[in-house]
């Protein structure tokens, strides 16, 4: 089954830049999506399609895929971007929607 | 603004059935395929189910397939999610989520805010 791994952990000082990784097999030929997950509460998507934003999503949020990674960059990072972070695919060769296994960020 | 509760949640014993639903408002239900997705105490998200808008097609998760079975009323905006012969490993927090297309697997746009399933004796 399709795998896609992110580290355990991201930690980033206010006002730095965060960079989240999702790596798997020729994930570039799939379209990734982000999801925003705070203590207690449902996910919230941040970035589809590999880099499009929803409405009400600020621009410090940015996304790429190519070759084996994907990445979600947090720009400016806030106190309030600490949260886990999720990335997540179709797996047209299996019918299976996949989840990474998750990145906690923590601002210093 | 389009809203999902899910309900049905509660404590069972190992082997027990339990039927969640969740009820959508504020979109035309049938044009949607839906998903549950599953969160253990601590872990990662897991994806569970998902069924297209007709309902005609529908797919599982390894962990899941032949205990569990999801099924969509769209006169009642309606989806559910049969589970039988639990486990304590399916214990976890229960998500459903809507995708943007009525046959294609999308991005989740919405989600609910969850019902909580603890399997034990």
């Known amino acids: 089954s399709y795998v896609l791994t992110q580290p355990p952990s991201v930690s980033v000082a206010p006002g730095k830049t965060a960079r989240i990784t999702c790596g798997g097999n020729n994930v570039g030929s799939k379209s990734v999506h982000w999801y925003q997950q705070k203590p207690g509460q449902a996910p919230v998507l941040v970035i589809y399609y590999d880099s499009a934003r929803p409405s009400g999503i600020p621009e410090r949020f940015s996304g790429s895929n190519s070759g084996n990674t994907a990445t979600l960059t947090i720009s400016g990072v806030e106190a309030g971007d600490e949260a886990d972070y999720y990335c997540?695919?179709?797996?047209?060769?299996?019918?299976?929607?996949?989840f990474g296994t998750g990145t906690k960020v923590t601002v210093l | 603004e389009v809203q999902l509760v899910e309900s049905g949640g509660g404590l069972v014993q190992p082997g027990g059935s339990l039927r969640l639903s969740c009820a959508a408002s504020e979109l035309i239900f049938s044009k949607y395929v839906m998903t549950w997705v599953r969160q253990a105490p601590g872990k990662g998200l897991e994806w569970v189910s998902v069924?297209?808008?007709?309902?005609?097609?529908?797919h599982y998760a390894d962990s899941v397939k032949g205990r569990f079975t999801i099924s969509r009323d769209n006169s009642k905006n309606t989806v559910y999610l049969q589970m039988d012969s639990l486990r304590a490993e399916d214990s976890a927090v229960y998500y459903c989520?809507?995708?943007?297309?009525?046959?294609?697997?999308?991005?989740?746009?919405?989600w609910g805010q969850g019902t909580l399933v603890t399997v034990s004796s």
């Open positions: 997540h695919v179709w797996d047209s060769s299996s019918d299976h929607y996949v």
């Open positions: 989520a809507k995708s943007i297309s009525e046959t294609g697997y999308y991005y989740l746009d919405y």
């Open positions: 069924i297209s808008g007709s309902g005609i097609s529908t």
